[in-house]
C-alpha cells in the first residue's frame, strides 16, 4: 500500500504505472488534482507525467480532464494471447449469446483477479457488471473460479491465502469453502455462481484448456437471477468451452 512517503523514493516508472492505476473502470475522465490525490503524487509531479503522456498519445486530454489514450489501445492490442482468444472465442460467443440471449463473457486469470477480454451483450435487463479490461475477484466470480479448478497449486494459493472480499453477503470468504468448491467445479467442469458478485446477477462458466490441459480463459454466460437457472446453461457452456480449447489447441499446432 502506498504510504505518504512512498513518492519520495519511486522511479519514473512507478509514478507512470501509478498515474494509469488511478483511472477505475467506471471513470469518464480525471482531472490533474484528482489523478495526483489517486497516485499519491504532488500534483505538478502528475501534471508533467500527464503532459508527456498525452504527447505519446497514452492519455488524451478533453479540457481539463484527462482519460486513456488509444495508444494504450493499440498496444494492448498486440498482445498474443488476449488476441487469438478473441479471434477464436467471438464467434462461439456470438452463437452462445443467440442461444441464451444472455450476455456472454470472455476472461483470462491475471493473479487475484479475472481480466475481460471480450464480451458479446445479451438482453439489456440490467447494467452491465464488466467492460473489456476490467478486473473482478477470481474467488467471487463463476469465471475465476472455473480457471482456478484447473490452475495449479501454487496460482490457487495466490488467490486462497489473499484476502477474499465480500462483494455481497453471498460472497465465499472462507478459503477452506473456496478450495472445496474447486473440488466440485473440476469434477462437472462447470461452475455457477448465484449474487457472490453483485446482487441481482447470476453466471455460469467453463473453462479453456490449451495444451496439457492448462486453463488458459474461461466462457461465461451472465445475466438478472430472474432470467435463467445457470444449471441449465451449464451444459452449453460446457460445449462452448470444448469447442474453443479443440480450436486453441488446434490453432497453436498449425
Known sequence: MRTATWSESVSVLDRVTAVFDA????????????????????????????????????????????????????????????????????????????????????????????????????????????????????????????????????????????ELEERTPHTISDPAVLLRELVGIRRVGAATEKEECALGRTCTASPILGPGGVPVAAISVAGAVADFDPDRIAPAVRAAAMTLSRRLTADRVA
Request: glycine share 8%; net charge neutral; hydrophobic share 45%.
Open 23 to 162: 483511472f477505475g473502470e467506471h471513470d469518464e475522465g480525471l482531472g490533474v488534482s484528482e489523478l495526483a490525490r489517486r497516485a499519491n503524487l504532488p500534483k505538478s509531479t502528475v501534471s508533467r507525467i500527464a503532459a508527456d503522456l498525452v504527447a505519446q498519445r497514452f492519455l488524451d486530454r478533453d479540457g481539463d480532464l484527462l482519460y486513456l489514450g488509444i495508444r494504450l489501445f493499440e498496444l494492448g492490442q498486440t498482445v498474443e494471447q488476449p488476441r487469438m482468444l478473441r479471434r477464436l472465442a467471438l464467434p462461439v460467443m456470438a452463437e452462445l449469446r443467440d442461444v441464451t440471449g444472455q450476455t456472454v463473457h470472455l476472461a483470462v486469470l491475471d493473479g487475484t483477479d479475472v481480466v475481460f477480454v471480450a464480451i458479446v451483450r445479451g438482453q439489456p435487463t440490467s447494467k452491465p457488471l464488466a467492460r473489456i479490461g476490467s478486473r473482478l475477484p477470481a474467488h467471487s466470480t463463476a469465471l475465476g473460479k472455473a480457471i482456478l479448478a484447473f490452475s495449479t497449486p501454487a496460482e490457487v494459493n495466490v488467490v486462497a491465502s489473499s
